[in-house]
C-alpha cells in the first residue's frame, strides 16, 4: 500500500523540502532534502530523536514556522494539488478554517491562550461570536475529543484543567474544521502513562470515524505503530528510511532505524518507570 | 558580522586605563556601523565643538545687551534677540558649556557614587547589600526634578548645588545596574580563579569584575547625561537655575513670557536641548545594540 | 496572594517614614536661620518668632522634631503656608485634584496611542515600519516636554489661534452643562497633548516588548494554525496578553505624574499641584515644599503598593499559584 488515495493522487506531496535555519552565528539544517507523501485517510509516522528535524518538517510543510530567520528555503508542498508555500494569506487561512489541515502541540499549556476560556479558543476555531448553534457544537466536538461534561469545561481555564484534558481540548480545537488532515507533534510525550494510552485510542478512534489522514510525530516508534500505517523515519534533517509499519518494526534495513526499533522494544517491555525518555523541547 | 571589532573584555594585564581606551576605540568604530549610534555620535561631538570652541564662534558676548531688543531673527542675529538685547545665537553657543558640563559631571558624579554603592552591595551580598539597596529605593521614590526643586528650595540653586541635587536624584539607577552587574559576574570562574589565586578583594571588585561590567554602565551614563541636560534646563525655565550661568533653559523662562510675540526665544534654545538630549539618547541606543547584537538582528512580527 | 499583600505593606511603610526622614534631615541642614528656612521671604516678628519655635519644636533635638512631624502628619496637619496664609493640606487638596485631572486627559491620549504604536512595530513584519516607529519613540523620548508644550502653544493656539493659551478656563464662564464641558476640553486639550507627549513614548515602547515577548508563545502559533486573520489575533489573543506591564507602567505613571506636571502647569499656568510646588519654591516657602513633597512621596508609595497588587491580582501565574 503506498501513499495513493482513491483517486491516485496524494493528499498531502512534499518534494525535496529543504529548510536551513539561522541561530545564533551558525546554520542549523533543519530539514534536508525530505520527500514525503500522505494519502487521503492514510495515517503516517515520523519517528527520530530530538533534533532530527521532525518537528521543523511539519510546521514548515503547514507554514507555522515561528519568527526564526531562514538561511535556506526551497522544495514544493502541495496539498491536493495547491503548493502552500506560494498561495496567499486569505487562502491560506481558508484551507486552515474549513476541511483543510490542522495541527495540535506537545505542550497544551503553552499553546492555549491562559486568560482565555477553553471554549471560547475553540470556537474562534469555528467562526462567528457567540451564537447558540457555535456553543453547541463546541459540546459536541469536546464530547468527540472525549472530554467528560462538556457543558462545564467549555467555561474553564487551560490552567484549571490536567494535561490529558488539555489535549482533548486542543483536539477539538483542530477538529472543528472538519480537516482532511490532522499533525499532532509528540500528541502525547508530555502527559501521564495511562492518559497517554487514552488519548491514543482517542486519536485512533477519531482516524477510523471521520477518516482524516493523520501525521503523527514522536521519538516513540513504539506510539507510531499504535496508530499509523506507514512510517518515515528521520535523522538530522534527512529521511534515512520509509515503509509500512511492519515491515520496518520486522525488518529495519537502516541501522538507525534498527537502534529505534530496539529502543521502542525495551521501552514497551520494561513497566510503567521507562517512561518519556526524550521529551523533544523545541524541534 | 564582518568589520566589527571584537568586544571581549581585554585579556589580562595592561592596566585599567589602556582597557577602557581599547574599549572605548573599538566601541566607537562599531558605532559607526549602527545608524543611532552614529548619528548620536556625529551630534556630540558637534556640540563638543560648539562648547570648546564658543568664544570662536558666538559672534557676540552672551550677556551683552547691545543690540535691539526682541529682534527677529536676521543676518546680524541669527536667533534673534531676547528681551534685553541679548544675542540668542550667542547664548545657544555659551549654553552648551553649562549644559555639556552638567549632563557629563552629574553622570560621572552618579556614576562613582552609584557606582560604588553598587559595586559593594553586588560583591558582599548579606546585610550591606540590603541596606545599600533600601537607600538606593528610597532615593528612586520620589521623581527626579522633585528631588531636584527640594534641594533647590533648601539650599539655593548655584551650579555645583544643582549638579550635587541631580547625582541626589540619579545615582540608585547607576547603583541597581552595577549591583546586577556584579551578582551576575562574581559567579564567574574568572572570580573564583582569582579567589582562589588569593587576590586581595579590592583587586577582584576593581580589576577583575570592573572591566566586564562596564558596558551597559556606559549606556546608563549616557542616559544619565540626558537626563541631567533635561533637569538643569527644566529648572532654566522655571527661572530656578544658576543666574551666573548661561543655560538655554534659562532662554526658554524668558520666552515664556514673550512668547506671543518673540517666537525665536523658544524655538532655538529649545531645538538645542532636545538636540543634545536625542544626540545622547541615540549614542546610548547605538550602544545597547553593539553591547547586545541579539537584539538587534532578531526577526520581529507575526506571521500569516 | 494574602502574603504577598502583607509583605508588600510591610515594606511600605518604612519607606515612608525613611523618605520623610530624609527629607526632614535636609530640612535640617539648611545654614542660617532656621524660623526664616521655615517660613521663606516673610518678615518675622518676634513673638511670632517664638510661636512658630514652640510649635515646630526648633528647639529641641532632631529626632523629637521628626516624632512631631509624624504626629502632625497623622493628624493631618502639612503644615501651613506663611505665604499663602493657608494650611498647606487645604492648598495641596485645592490643587491636587487638577493636576490629576490633566494626567487622566494625558492618559486619554497616551495610552491607546502608546498601544497603537507598540502594537504595530511589534507586529509588523516589515523592519522598517519597525525601525521608523522605534526611531519615533526614541526622538518623542528625548524631546523636553516643556519645549514641546511652548511649541503647542506657539503653533496651535498662537499661531492658528484654535486653543488658549494657557489657564484652566476662560476668567469669567457662563456656560452650563454640555458647553461647561466642552470649553473646558478646549483649555485643556493642549496640556493634555503635551502630556501625553511626556508619558506616551514609555507607554509605546513597554507596549512593544510586551508584544514581542506574547508573539513567541505557543498559542500564538495555535491562533495561526486555527486560520485567524492577523486582526483577529491581534484582538483575540495579542492585546488581551500584552496588556499586563502596560498596566503596571502606566499606574506607576500615576503617581509620579508631579514629576512631568511642575513643567507643563508652568508652561499652560495650569493651577495644579506642580505649579504650586514651583511658586512656593521661587518664594522659599519651604513648609510648603516640605509638605507638598511629602504628599507627593505618600501619593507614589500608596499607588505604587495599589499597582502592585493589581497587577498581582490581574497576573495569572500569581493568581493561580
Excluded at chain 2, 33 to 51: D, E, K, M, P, S
Excluded at chain 2, 93 to 109: D, M, N, P, V
Amino acid at each position: 500500500m503506498s501513499a495513493a488515495s482513491v483517486d491516485g493522487a496524494p493528499l498531502l506531496d512534499v518534494r525535496n523540502l529543504v529548510v536551513h535555519l539561522r541561530v545564533g552565528g551558525a546554520v542549523v539544517r533543519a530539514v534536508d532534502g525530505v520527500d514525503f507523501s500522505v494519502g487521503e485517510g492514510e495515517s503516517i509516522g515520523v519517528v527520530g530523536e530530538s533534533g532530527s528535524g521532525k518537528s521543523t518538517l511539519v510546521r514548515a510543510i503547514l507554514q507555522l514556522l515561528p519568527n526564526v530567520e531562514l538561511a535556506a528555503s526551497q522544495g514544493e508542498v502541495n496539498f491536493r494539488g495547491i503548493d502552500l508555500a506560494n498561495i496567499s494569506g486569505p487562502a491560506l487561512r481558508r484551507l486552515r478554517r474549513d476541511h483543510g489541515f490542522s495541527m495540535i502541540f506537545q505542550d497544551p499549556l503553552g499553546y492555549l491562550n491562559p486568560t482565555k476560556r477553553v471554549g471560547a479558543q475553540v470556537a474562534e476555531a469555528i467562526g462567528e461570536k457567540n451564537s447558540t448553534p457555535v456553543v453547541d457544537r463546541v459540546q459536541r466536538l469536546f464530547a468527540e475529543a472525549g472530554l467528560p461534561s462538556p457543558s462545564q469545561v467549555v467555561r474553564r481555564y487551560p490552567h484549571e484543567l490536567s494535561g490529558g484534558m488539555r489535549q482533548r481540548v486542543m483536539i477539538a480545537m483542530a477538529l472543528a474544521s472538519e480537516p482532511a488532515l490532522l499533525v499532532a507533534d509528540e500528541p502525547t510525550t508530555a502527559l501521564d502513562a495511562t492518559v497517554q494510552l487514552q488519548v491514543l485510542e482517542t486519536l485512533r478512534r477519531l482516524h477510523r470515524d471521520r477518516k482524516m489522514a493523520m501525521v503523527i510525530i514522536s521519538h516513540d516508534l513504539g506510539v507510531i505503530a499504535e496508530l499509523c500505517d506507514r512510517v518515515y523515519v528521520m535523522r538530522a534533517g534527512k529521511i534515512v528510511e520509509s515503509g509500512e509499519i511492519l515491515e520496518v518494526f520486522e525488518s529495519p534495513k537502516h541501522a538507525y532505524t534498527a537502534q529505534l526499533v530496539a529502543l521502542s522494544k525495551r521501552r514497551n517491555a520494561a513497566p510503567a518507570s521507562s517512561d518519556a525518555i526524550e521529551h523533544g523541547a523545541g524541534q | 558580522m564582518n568589520g566589527m571589532a571584537t568586544l571581549e573584555p581585554p585579556s589580562a594585564d595592561p592596566g585599567l586605563l589602556v582597557r577602557a581606551w581599547r574599549y572605548l576605540r573599538a566601541a566607537i568604530g562599531n558605532l559607526a556601523h549602527t545608524r543611532h549610534g552614529a548619528v548620536g555620535c556625529v551630534i556630540l561631538l558637534l556640540l563638543a565643538f560648539v562648547a570648546v570652541f564658543a568664544p570662536s564662534i558666538a559672534p557676540y558676548a552672551p550677556l551683552q545687551q547691545a543690540q535691539a531688543s526682541l529682534a527677529p531673527p536676521s543676518l546680524e542675529n541669527f536667533f534673534g534677540t531676547d528681551n534685553l538685547g541679548r544675542d540668542i545665537f550667542s547664548l545657544v553657543i555659551y549654553g552648551t558649556r553649562t549644559s555639556l558640563a552638567i549632563g557629563l559631571g552629574a553622570a560621572f558624579g552618579a556614576l562613582i557614587l552609584g557606582g560604588t554603592v553598587g559595586m559593594l552591595a553586588g560583591y558582599f551580598r548579606g546585610a550591606v547589600e540590603s541596606i545599600l539597596m533600601r537607600v538606593a529605593e528610597l532615593f528612586q521614590t520620589l521623581p527626579v526634578i522633585v528631588v531636584v526643586l527640594l534641594t533647590v528650595a533648601l539650599f539655593g540653586s548655584s551650579f555645583w548645588l544643582l549638579l550635587a541635587a541631580v547625582v541626589l536624584a540619579i545615582w540608585p539607577v547607576e547603583a541597581r545596574l552595577v549591583y546586577s552587574q556584579y551578582i551576575k559576574l562574581r559567579g564567574m570562574d574568572f572570580v573564583a580563579a582569582a579567589k582562589v589565586a588569593d587576590l586581595s578583594t579590592a583587586h577582584i571588585m576593581l580589576r577583575e569584575i570592573l572591566p566586564s561590567a562596564i558596558p551597559p554602565v556606559i549606556v546608563q551614563v549616557a542616559l544619565d547625561a540626558s537626563v541631567a541636560i533635561l533637569i538643569e534646563a527644566g529648572l532654566g525655565f522655571l527661572g530656578l537655575s544658576d543666574p551666573n550661568m548661561v543655560s538655554w533653559g534659562q532662554i526658554l523662562h524668558v520666552a515664556q513670557d514673550y512668547m506671543t510675540v518673540a517666537w525665536w526665544t523658544s524655538l532655538f534654545p529649545g531645538a538645542a536641548i532636545c538636540l543634545a538630549v536625542v544626540g545622547l539618547n541615540l549614542f546610548a541606543d547605538g550602544l545597547s545594540e553593539i553591547a547586545d547584537p541579539r537584539l538587534a538582528g532578531r526577526m520581529g512580527g507575526l506571521q500569516p | 496572594m494574602l502574603r504577598f499583600v502583607f509583605f508588600r505593606l510591610l515594606h511600605a511603610i518604612p519607606l515612608l517614614i525613611a523618605v520623610v526622614f530624609v527629607i526632614l534631615l535636609m530640612l535640617q541642614l539648611i545654614p542660617g536661620d532656621p524660623v526664616q528656612a521655615m517660613v521663606g521671604d516673610f518678615p518675622v516678628s518676634p513673638d511670632f518668632r517664638a510661636a512658630i519655635t514652640k510649635q515646630y519644636h526648633l528647639d529641641d533635638p532632631f529626632l523629637v522634631r521628626v516624632y512631631s512631624y509624624f504626629v502632625n502628619l497623622l493628624h493631618g496637619d502639612f503644615g501651613y503656608s506663611y505665604q499663602f496664609q493657608r494650611p498647606v493640606l487645604d492648598l495641596i487638596v485645592e490643587t491636587a485634584p487638577r493636576t490629576i485631572v490633566l494626567t487622566l486627559a494625558g492618559f486619554l491620549v497616551a495610552i491607546p496611542l502608546g498601544v497603537a504604536i507598540g502594537v504595530i512595530s511589534g507586529t509588523t513584519r516589515n523592519k522598517r515600519v519597525d525601525r521608523f516607529w522605534t526611531s519615533a519613540t526614541l526622538i518623542a523620548y528625548a524631546i523636553p516636554t516643556f519645549w514641546f508644550g511652548q511649541l503647542l502653544v506657539l503653533v496651535l493656539a498662537v499661531h492658528f489661534g484654535w486653543f488658549p493659551t494657557q489657564g484652566m478656563g476662560p476668567l469669567v464662564s457662563r456656560a452650563h452643562g454640555l458647553s461647561w464641558l466642552l470649553e473646558r476640553a478646549h483649555y485643556i486639550a493642549l496640556p493634555a497633548l503635551a502630556f501625553a507627549a511626556y508619558e506616551g513614548p514609555r507607554f509605546a515602547r513597554i507596549m512593544r516588548v510586551s508584544v514581542t515577548d506574547t508573539l513567541g508563545q505557543g498559542y500564538i502559533i495555535t491562533a495561526r494554525a486555527k486560520g485567524l486573520t492577523r486582526w483577529a489575533i491581534i484582538r483575540g489573543h495579542v492585546l488581551r496578553n500584552s496588556s499586563l506591564p502596560l498596566v503596571t507602567v502606566v499606574g506607576y505613571a500615576l503617581g509620579s505624574a508631579l514629576g512631568g506636571a511642575v513643567l507643563l502647569e508652568t508652561v499652560f499656568t495650569w493651577p495644579g499641584l506642580g505649579l504650586l510646588l514651583v511658586q512656593a519654591v521661587r518664594v522659599r516657602d519651604n513648609m510648603t515644599v516640605v509638605g507638598i513633597v511629602i504628599f507627593a512621596a505618600l501619593a507614589i508609595i500608596v499607588i505604587n503598593l495599589l499597582v502592585d497588587l493589581l497587577y498581582a491580582a490581574l497576573d495569572p501565574r500569581i493568581r493561580n499559584s
